[in-house]
C-alpha cells in the first residue's frame, strides 16, 4: 500500500478554502477513486467538497531536513 496526498476544495456559499487528506492505497488511480468517494461522502452538508487533486506522498505533511534542503535548492 502507497501513501497519497488528496486536496479538497471546499465550498460554503461564497467561502472557499482547502484541506488535504492522507488517503492509502495500492495505486494512483485506486487513491483518485477513494479520494472522490470520500468527497461524495462529505457532501451531505452545507458545505460541498470537491477533489482537486491527488499526489503521491512518501512523507506526507512533514516538515524535516529533507524538505527544507528540497526548498533550498
Same mark, same amino acid.
Not at 31 to 37: F, S
Given at each position: 500500500?502507497?501513501?497519497?496526498?488528496?486536496?479538497?476544495?471546499?465550498?460554503?456559499?461564497?467561502? /472557499?478554502?482547502?484541506?488535504?487528506?492522507?488517503? =492509502?492505497?495500492?495505486?494512483? =488511480?485506486?487513491?483518485?477513486?477513494?479520494? /472522490?468517494?470520500?468527497?461524495?461522502?462529505?457532501? /451531505?452538508?452545507?458545505?460541498?467538497?470537491?477533489?482537486?487533486?491527488?499526489?503521491?506522498?512518501?512523507?506526507?505533511?512533514?516538515?524535516?531536513? =529533507?524538505?527544507?534542503?528540497?526548498?533550498?535548492?
Amino acid at each position: 500500500m502507497g501513501m497519497y496526498l488528496a486536496e479538497f476544495k471546499l465550498r460554503y456559499g461564497n467561502m /472557499k478554502w482547502y484541506v488535504r487528506r492522507i488517503v =492509502e492505497a495500492s495505486s494512483l =488511480e485506486e487513491a483518485e477513486e477513494l479520494a /472522490k468517494q470520500y468527497a461524495e461522502a462529505m457532501n /451531505k452538508g452545507e458545505v460541498s467538497w470537491e477533489v482537486s487533486y491527488v499526489i503521491e506522498a512518501e512523507r506526507p505533511l512533514i516538515i524535516g531536513r =529533507e524538505e527544507l534542503e528540497k526548498l533550498r535548492a
